[in-house]
């Protein structure tokens, strides 16, 4: 049986992937461990939050569904920095982990020209520098002309409580143990990762009395731009806020040496993420820190398990137990599965190309934790792009690279082709230079041309963004008309409705029943005119100073370039280039270690190189 | 890089010898030309002694001194001219070069070419600018002070400052819900953001009058023909020495004479007219006397005792305003004809044929460029145009902000602006990269779910 694209995992990532090549037409397989924990969220109950919940939004402008299935399935909906600007605003749900993954499977199932198999692969069949398909542990090969890995956590992972070692994936899941060892001998340069995750708790032994509500919005949103909505505001579950409490850090303390990342294992090498510290890292690290807050987070409608954010750790059974007992409202908590830490192998990010595709052997993509980043949400946008870019290579076409000043998408997978990491990487909103663009309010004004045209993004979705777009176009050129006249402080003017927006207390929704005007049209328009006008100084700004920057973009570097031959560059930047081999001078600028003037030199060198 | 660039590389005026630089393929070749002796089949980094000669006249006694690629400061083959001959002459021997091939550098063309060829950074670059036109001992203590990073280290605690600030708001966003973490609003942060403002605004003044230091202050002296200009100008230097240039473009500006007054170089630039003879008259118009308001630091505008006010000269008075300025009234010794009343603004009444008041004009100098309080010991400032341009640009964005603030716009809105100050400071030292803003935000606050 031969197959156009084989997808190694099914995670968040392999999802993706599976159905963005399936849905463009090309015979996909995706191969996962079991076909039961397909789509599973082995860590926190949440999809979105903060950036990251625009890269959701943006996924589905892209045709991704990671959005729809989370819309059907969440039981809280937030709307996060909702008064910190126009930018920042993000979302963030609780999602059923019970549904979610039914729902994605659900999904997949709906695609005629995607198979599901169980099975663990462990090597590649590789010729000449190209892949050719897949290897199982049974022997079994399968050919394809594009292979995708989006293998998680699962290469070679090991769990780690207190002083114990087990070689397993999360879920009890047998892990890959050779295919990071093949892809070794491939030539990939391999990474040892680390992340955690907490305690589950049985809700009926949680005394919530001691600890604070943190309820859902009370307004409707969607992930989707198609802005269909599954839940009940009324009926969403609420988190609780908890603090640690000094007991807490005393228990944390003296046993400390206990814990696998403190003295516990002496073997550890995974580097963890520093925005996802352990409980004993906080306590550690910020020690004169009385408590440190924690949420509990409700998992699923079908099962008990609470999840306490905030409270990851590796330490001993016994000293967990210890540890939950301490926090208040949970003196008699019954743990229902033990906080762990995970440590895996991945690639160096820079090993891959902007498409996804690895630099090391053609037709193979990379997607998701593999690639050293961390997070749902991480993962699915670039199981889509790999997805999308895998398909456009079949079809002989010219990739889809989102530019930094297009989307998160596009800053995340550049970061990593570029500046690689050495921790599991997480989206900020920090991360995004130009983030007055990229916005939730405009994730599909950015991205469904984009969508649309490689294929993957429905003609249904399509024409409901060109009606978004018209009537945005429409509002504006109608609020340049009319005019009122309005009382400051100093006296009365009349203006436009669009001049008067410009003020940053100005409100549409008010102005439009205050004046009677009579404008009839859906709250997302009026959010996004509004959004245009009132921050149109900045956002113009951006625009220039991301243009200013991404002219570089254009200036393409012949992929056969040979640096040693460049005199005068600096040697750190020297092997730096030969690393990461940037496909643009703007690319290049973005790489540490090289400086402005071994930008300046490689483009006299360029353009005498042009010249020849 | 192909052609051959040349230049006067001291300061013209200052100092006993001359040196003429030549750098670039063919600058053994053209050396070659003008000179008594062969230099291209010379050893790199000797010195040769001769006479530099144009049709066969001899123009200056030179030492040259040849310097091959790659060892130079360029990088390219380099060949120095040690002339003797004071000013004139040196003009004239860089006039036979340019006859003979090579082209005029523009300015810090020869920086310019070693920061590309990869012989210097960008920081570097600028000091050894400054380092090479530095013409007094406290100019040439900055520079050095540039060099070895106290100007860096300056901007840096500068930096880490505004990152305190910016690194909170982003917490706040990227961690919506840490309360732990203080919620930034504008009306927290204004007072941080004002202390801020302030030390910036004190770096940008000790810059600016460290440029005063090093670069000088350029003066332009304005008013009618016959009013006086060029007797006040050797009045003011003293001694009968105008420096002329023969060739035009040698020099941004033309600098006619250069005046140390406690240590502090004026240079007076293009009075025009002020060389033509005094028979000729001389026809000073409007618009070149805007062109040089426009382009001095000081204008010395002089009004005749013995005539009535113009309705040019009033036009002027008005332009001078909105620069440092002195108004003189000259030629009180003749009959007193120009009504006071119509300046409206501070004035000294001088005559440079008996010499009065030369001194008071000195003193208001001193006054208006604060140069008795010039700190010549704390020398840890900028002042290459191009830093104290970004550290002004960077006040303007802070500027933003506190505006943003008061209209009571959203923390992201405001922060953008901190963020493209923080931008423009990263630029005077060469580093705008937001992994330092990461790093901050990670070493800072207690994060993780």
Redesign the interface.
Known sequence: MKYEIIVVGGGHAGCEAAIASARKGHKTLLITGNINNIATMP??PSIGG??KGIIVREIDALGGVMGEVADKTLIQMKM??Y??????KSLRAQVDKVRYPREMLNTLRQEKKLSIKEGMVEDLIVKDGTVYGVILNTGENITSNIVILTTGTYLKSDILIGNTRTRSGPHDESPSLYLSNNLKKYGFNILRLKTGT?PRIKRETIDFSKAKK?EGDKKYYTFSHSNQHYYDIEKQDPCY?IYTTEETKKIILDNLNKSSMYGGLDDITGVGP?????IE??IV??SD?E???L?LEPESHFYDDIYI??F?TSMPRNIQEQMVHSLPGLEKAKILKYAYAIEYDAIYPTQIKPSLETKILNNLFTAGQINGTSGYEEAACQGLIAGINASLKLEDKEPLILKRNEAYIGVLIDDLVT?GTKEPYRM????A?YR?LLRHDNSDLRLSEKGYSVGLLSLEKYQKFIQKKENIIKLIEKLKEIKITVDTEKRRTTMTVFDYLK???ANLKEVNSLFNLNLNYEDEIIEEVEIQIK?EG?IRK?EREAEKKLKNEAKQIPENIDYDKI????SEARQKLKEIRPLSIAQASRI?GV???DV??LL?YLRKYYNE | ?DDTIVAISTTTGVGAISIIRLSGEEALKIASKVFTKNLTKEKSHTIHYGHVIDNGEKIDEVLITVMKSPKTFT?EDVVEINCHGGIATTNKVLEVILKNGARLAEPGEFTKRA?????I??LEAEATMDLISSKSETARKISINTLTGETSNLIKDLRNELIQIISNI?V?????????IEQLTSTKILPSINKFKKKLQEIIKKSEDSKVIKEGITVGIVGRPNVGKSSLLNALIEEKKAIVTDIPGTTRDIVEGTIIIDGIILNIIDTAGIRESKDLVEQIGVEKSLEIIDSADLVIFILNNNEEITEEEKRLLKKVKDKKHIIVINKIDLEKKLDRKKIEDKYIEISVKENIGITEIKKEIKKLFNMGKLKTNDLTYLSSARSIALLHKALSSIDEALQ?IE???????I??SLKVAWDYLGEVI?ET???E??DE??SRF????
């Open positions: 860590c926190n903060s950036a996060l920095n008064a910190k600007g126009p930018a920042v907490p943190e806020l520093r925005y996802c510290p352990s890292d906080k690290r910020f820190k408590k440190h807050q949420f954010q905030g990851s500046k900020l909103t920090s991360r230079e007055l003020n940053p207390n921050y900045y951006v005199p005068n560059l600096a540490s400086n402005p003037s300046s030199i006299v | 890089m990088r920061f590309l060829n990869g012989r950074d960008l982003e706040n966003i990227d961690y919506p819900e840490y309360e732990d943003e209209k009571n716009s959203p923390i992201d809105i922060e953008f060469g990269y937001t992994d803003l990461l935000l990670f207690c994060l993780g779910k």
